[in-house]
């Protein structure tokens, strides 16, 4: 970002202070005219930045958080409707994942729900309504664990021989722990791995083919601790910034086939994770934010086409 036109003058106190006056003597007729002036003022700016409203700041400007990432994550933002689709929520029978099901019916969605527990599973596809603007709507579930490897190959089956098509994946599963590196057994390690990482690929391997047909889109939940690593959680961390570059990959890979990657970087949401960590206890935490309310803003930037959500958007 190029630095401010303005002049600064060094107070009693030794403290920067902008001087008006100084200011205005620094728009001098002779250099507001000069070729370099002018050129310099011309130069498109970036789309992630807007002007700060400081009239004495010409050349310094905000930072569009949600545009820049989209740009870093090199894709495009496009409105993507999801009525008459039909989508996989992955942790459908957690709390954030039955939120993120109601939403996406409620935009005219067909669902499938896929988690561990077969039972929340029945009564969240139960729930769903039936009826979209665009037809009746068809929903299903399928239990099992992402640490099988074999469950993409059955959830393949169960898409084409109900409802025929995918056009989507919202991945809301995973695990958590808390504790030193020291202290987290390797076998903690190895699940957090499995689940938020090896297992999503996995899937993400078998239904792929299905995404390329109908130019659909996959969307995880790196978390915010994908980006801002936190002490007491090495390994968890590091498994949601593996899943967050993952998708940024992705994201380049199937760019020719229309597919779009979303990157979620969710914060601290109240779904209850937390208390079933695999090991160790939560640090004080803030209060978390509504997962209905997340549920919502994940499912508006789907429709948006963000490659990447940052925390930001979430506040």
């Keep these: 970002m190029a630095a401010s ?9 030794g403290v920067n202070q902008r001087s008006p006056g100084v200011c205005q003597m620094t728009r001098a007729r002779s250099r507001a005219s000069s070729p370099a002036t002018r050129a310099r003022s011309a130069e498109p700016r970036a789309p992630w930045t807007r002007p700060r409203g400081d009239p004495c700041i010409r050349h310094t400007f905000d930072v569009d958080w949600t545009a820049l990432l989209s740009h870093v994550a090199g894709g495009t933002m496009s409105h993507r409707s999801l009525s008459g689709s039909h989508v996989v929520v992955l942790g459908a029978s957690g709390v954030l994942g039955g939120y993120l099901a109601r939403a996406l019916a409620g935009r005219g969605a067909g669902v499938t ?3 561990r527990d077969g039972q929340r599973l ?14 009746p709507l068809r929903h299903g579930w399928i239990g099992g664990d992402l640490t099988d490897a074999g469950l993409g190959d059955r959830l393949v089956e169960h898409l084409r021989s109900g409802p025929g098509r995918l056009d989507g994946i919202v991945n809301a599963a995973g695990v958590v722990a808390f504790g030193s590196l020291v202290d987290t057994p390797d076998e903690v390690v190895e699940e957090l791995f499995l689940t938020n990482v090896v297992g999503p690929l996995w899937l993400l391997r078998r239904t792929l083919p299905l995404l390329v047909d ?17 002490a007491g959680m090495a390994a968890y961390g590091a498994s949601k910034a ?3 570059a993952a998708d940024r990959a992705l994201g380049l890979e199937l760019r020719r086939s229309g597919v779009a990657v979303v990157d979620l970087r969710v914060p601290h949401t109240e779904t209850g994770l937390v208390g079933r960590a695999l090991a160790g206890a939560a640090p004080r935490l ?12 994940i499912v508006a930037g789907i429709e948006e086409g963000t490659p990447v959500v940052p925390a930001e958007a979430f506040a």
């Design 122 to 135: 029945g009564a969240l596809v139960d729930s769903l309504p039936t009826d979209g603007p665009d037809g």
């Design 286 to 297: 803030p209060q978390g934010l509504d997962p209905a309310a997340v549920a919502e803003r």
């Design 113 to 115: 729900g896929v988690g």
């Design 242 to 244: 593996a899943l967050a």
């Design 5 to 13: 036109a303005c002049t600064r003058q060094t107070g009693s106190a």
């Design 214 to 230: 109908s130019r659909g889109f996959v969307a995880q939940i790196s978390g915010v601790v994908a980006d801002r690593p936190t």
